[in-house]
């Protein structure tokens, strides 16, 4: 591991100008992601900035709905009875998520941030265009069967890991953030990006910008909801596919529908006109599977990751239909439909 130097905030006001002032330093709360990164010499920043004294670590009611801080553990919210009442959503993509271990340990904001899992991103042996701008992605021509098939880009095909942020992203949250600017909040939607030719910047946060809370708005999704994980094996691993379907239901007619994928994109994947569709309609098969086809109409698969079109077809008309039926992940059967 390369030396650094260690600094602890106070306060956000201290922990925001210490980052400012050094390009190469990073904040570390869990470091659940980091310090992993710093052993494989992907990471070296000059400075860690720790916040874990900062008073970011409650879930308080706000305007309507929710405010998580940022240092509020993953297994804190999982667990949270306000979280499992009013967006059992999230609780059940966080408890899909990692293992007890790391979920007691890693923070919300630390989640949002974490970084790919790509093969070739954490290999300093070979190329990566995100790991270091310019030297190319070995993962287009070589082993991608985990990689993306919406969104990438000649420079990334990489993925977003996170499985609470799938969840987020479907619940539409807000990302309370404060720089050397002051502060600011971010649409959920506009937090990550897609790699364009940048693939090196994962968020759309500005030097010095420290995440404060994630806000949960006032919108009941509590009861026709699903969390859908398909992986390689049911412990400890990231998704394949993930789907996280959020349903408001006027009998048996879908009157708002919100839907996220993950394991597809370098971001929670949403697609508004998908959304839309299902607007009005029964809740059918048939309409499922229109959403998906949209969905998953400019999907470019690789050589090794073709099944994913597919998977993801089956997964998201899977889980939409369990939404339908108030029937989450949990008590249903293991098949995909």
């Not at 990566?128 to 990438?152: D, M």
């Not at 998704?239 to 996220?260: C, F, H, Q, Y």
Request: aromatic share 6%.
């Amino acid at each position: 591991m390369n030396r650094f130097d260690y600094t602890r905030a106070g306060t956000v006001q201290e922990a925001v100008q210490a980052l400012a002032a050094d390009p190469a330093a990073r904040f570390i709360a869990g470091g659940t992601n980091l310090v992993d990164l710093m052993k494989y010499n992907v990471e070296r920043p000059a400075r860690l900035v720790d916040i874990t004294r900062l008073p970011l670590d409650e879930i308080v009611q706000h305007d309507g709905g929710l405010r998580i801080g940022a240092l509020v553990p993953n297994a804190t919210v999982a667990y949270d009875p306000l979280v499992n009442e009013r967006y059992p959503l999230l609780a059940s993509a966080l408890l899909a998520g990692a293992s007890p271990q790391l979920r007691n340990a890693a923070t919300t904001g630390g989640n949002l941030l974490q970084r790919t899992r790509c093969y070739y991103f954490y290999d300093e042996g070979t190329p990566c265009n995100k790991r270091e701008p310019g030297s190319g992605c070995p993962a287009i021509t070589g082993v991608n069967r985990i990689h993306a098939i919406l969104g990438a880009s000649e420079t990334c095909i990489a993925t977003h890991p996170s499985d609470m942020c799938v969840a987020l992203a479907a619940l539409e949250a807000t990302v309370q953030v404060e720089g050397p600017n002051g502060r600011r909040a971010i649409p959920f939607s506009e937090f990550h990006r897609l790699p364009g030719d940048e693939p090196q910047t994962d968020t759309t946060l500005r030097h010095g910008e420290i995440v404060l809370s994630v806000d949960l708005p006032d919108e009941d999704f509590s009861t026709h909801y699903t969390y859908l994980k398909l992986r390689d094996r049911l412990s400890y691993a990231f998704a394949l596919v993930s789907v996280a379907a959020a349903l408001e239901m006027d009998g048996d007619t879908i009157r708002t529908a919100r839907l996220a994928l993950g394991g597809v994109a370098h971001k929670p994947w949403r697609n508004p006109e998908a959304e839309a569709r299902l607007a009005g309609r029964p809740a059918s098969p048939e309409a499922f599977r229109e959403a998906a086809d949209v969905i998953l109409a400019e999907a470019r698969p690789y050589a090794h990751n073709a099944f994913k079109v597919e998977l993801a077809r089956r997964a998201i008309v899977r889980g939409l239909s369990q939404a339908a039926a108030a029937t989450p992940q949990s008590q249903t059967d293991k098949r995909i439909a």
